[in-house]
């Protein structure tokens, strides 16, 4: 059972009253999360005292930044249930999956290679297939979602699966807070030799995540939408495959040898962790794990699915309310997407802001979905661990006093 | 025109000044997007007259009139964003391009609507604004 009160006083930014004095009730975090005090002073801590650049130097400060960088690589991959050796830092779930288009892909598909997606990605697991097959002329397929239940087509994905190389697929849609199946993709994947992605960046937050036990060949992360800093995330990745991938971005730490003559490469994550590493962010990345380590996964996901569920249920009951997805079923993130049918989705989302309600309005990143649903754009309210039944009380109330008085 | 604003919309600032909380401004404004003067109509909304950069639909034609005043006519499908430009219009239509050129938009914040004008908000009525400004200046030359 969590104690919510002692979680919030975690979160110095919940008590933050906005300009028109209404107190702010956080509900995009399906788009970012907020980030307790033990991560901002991790960071913080990080500046005041040993900052430094990591893997370059024979000082003591440098040996600080390296370990601290090294030490959160461990709780971080072992927060997901893979190896510090096959986690590959990024600058969130985005970078990860471009990691995978460019480092394995590029590398290991040909002309005529078929890749599976569905229309509930989010463009950050669209546009690099798509710039994939311009490249090398891979087939891309979409496997639709039914309009009714708003999951996936699973008979249309076997039928897709059909020849595919690679399968890239969400493991929660940030528009729907829909929870695909994806072990049985998996599991369908791998019976006919499929290689697989998971976007993991809307999973992460919400349930444990195992990759091993998993099974999957990638698995896209960012650490913002856990309570981590903005700007971090990683790919996780097998032995295997990681041997099978080649360089994305180029130029120092990710070197052995340079001459005029050309470049050898290092091995394993350091190919693909070119530059100046982000140092504080993986240090607050490493405290968010810890952070969310003294909580049972299970309970978080009750406790979001709870206040989702009731969410959507009550603003159902409000005329004019449209519900896109299906917040009741169990496995459904805090993710609510909405639209009211005359008062337009950022008028809507102005008027909510007005008493405090930070919801999310437009596209989401996932124009295909869009079109598949008929909209060009919902609302969106997301609840993650500190979020409250009075809190989502409060929301209703504003909600239904907007709809009577603006429809 | 006043130093900030047209006169002739003083009555309408002073009638959103005086608005008890935000969501009377607001409401206040949903009526305004009822009363544009110069309605673009749907079916000429084109991909030329569009305002880039706004999530909700939202197109302007500027022109001038038989003795060269301004003519703005505007459509969106949020109603703030209708609402905002129905004031602009009445603000701007019959001054000379040249005035419509100068314009701030002051007076959106002296009606409390502050936050209809951050570049960082999707509700493009900046946009809009800039582009009106903008089609000012050039039939100002013209």
Redesign the interface.
Known sequence: MLDIKSIRADFPILDRVLPNGKKLVYFDNAATSQKPQCVIDAMSNFYENYNSNAHRANHTLADEASSALENARSQISNFFGAKPENMIYTSGATEAINLVSYGWAKNNLQYGDVIVITEMEHHADIVPWQELSKEKGVEVRYVPINNETFTLDMEAFEIALEGASLVCVTHTSNVLGIRNPIEKIIEMSKEVGCKVLIDCAQGAPHEKIDFENLGADFLAISAHKMAGPTGIGCLLTSTERIQEMGPFMTGGSMIKTVTTNGSTFKDGHAMFETGTPRIAEAIGWGAAVEWLDQFEMEDIHSHVHEIAAFAGNEMEKIPGIKIFGNPSNKDSSGAVSFLHDSIQSQDLALLLDQGGYAVRTGHHCAQPLMDALGVPSTNRASFWIYNTKEEVDGFLEHLKYICERFS | MSSLWPEHIDDIVEEFRDCFD??ER??LL?EYAKKNPNPLLEEDWTEENQILGC???AHVICSLDEKGLFILKSGA?????QGLMSITSIAVNGLNPTEVSNLTPAYIEEMGLK?ALSPN????FLNMFNRVIKEAKILSET
């Open positions: 935000s969501m607001y409401e949903f999530q909700s639909r499908d949020a109603q703030i964003v936050a908000r999707a509700n493009g």
